[in-house]
């Protein structure tokens, strides 16, 4: 079966730094694309960061310079590196497969792991 | 960055009713328009997938179209468990943006 499991959320304070780590099973990150999508409570869904097979790696505008995405192929392991957290960085955090191609859709989600930064 | 705009943002039916969710972009993505529904305290499902293709597993009632810059989502006949939250989603160019979402309610 195929799954996304999404951990290391937790509260951290203003300014500081968190890793996410999302373990894939079934699927082998080296040939396949993720996606980083997030959702402040009580909003709507806010796409984050894409990773594609051949590495390259795309953000939205609200986490450039402060996240970064990277894999590890021997563990079959996505991550998400968040620097400089702010307020309006608390949300939900999902992995997803983005099916096929680039433009393909996300057909397979984890669970989500949240994400608080307060004082 | 490109723009999607749903509409309604909110919508009460009953069970059996024809629904339609529509979603707009701010310039032309072709057919790479996906559609996904958000259940209370759920991970988001994927729908339909380039504009009108179902993906396997999602009940026939759901059904998509459009093209350009102008695209609905389609429930032919209302039931209970459709109580959620729908988005569109952009694939066209990064960032992949959503549409703010239509929440949906059940009378």
């Known amino acids: 079966e195929v799954q996304l499991v999404e951990s290391g959320g937790d509260l951290v304070q203003p300014g500081g730094s968190l890793r996410l780590s999302c373990a894939t099973s079934?699927?082998?990150?080296?040939?396949?694309?993720f996606t980083w999508v997030r959702q402040a409570p009580g909003k709507g869904l806010e796409w984050v960061s894409v990773?594609?097979?051949?590495?390259?790696?795309y953000y939205a505008d609200t986490v450039k310079g402060r996240f970064t995405i990277s894999r590890d192929n021997t563990k079959n392991t996505l991550y998400l590196q968040m620097n400089s957290l702010r307020a309006e960085d608390t949300a939900v955090y999902y992995c997803?497969?983005?099916?096929?191609?680039?433009?393909?859709?996300?057909?397979?989600w984890g669970q989500g792991t949240m994400v608080t930064v307060s004082a | 960055d490109i723009q999607m705009t749903q509409s309604p943002s909110s919508l009460s039916a009953s069970v059996g009713d024809r629904v339609t969710i529509t979603c707009r972009a701010s310039?032309?993505?072709?057919?790479?328009l996906h559609w996904y529904q958000q259940k209370p305290g759920k991970a988001p499902k994927l729908l339909i997938y380039?504009?009108?293709s179902l993906q396997s597993g999602v009940p026939s009632r759901f059904s998509g179209s459009g093209s350009g810059t102008h695209f609905t989502l389609t429930i032919s006949s209302l039931q209970p468990e459709d109580l959620a939250s729908y988005y569109c989603q952009q694939s066209y160019s990064t960032p992949n943006t959503f549409g703010q979402g239509t929440k949906l309610e059940i009378k």
């Open positions: 997803a497969r983005v099916e096929g191609t680039p433009y393909g859709p996300l057909d397979i």
């Open positions: 990773i594609y097979s051949g590495g390259s790696t």
């Open positions: 380039t504009a009108s």
């Open positions: 079934g699927i082998a990150v080296s040939i396949n694309y």
């Open positions: 310039q032309s993505i072709s057919n790479y």
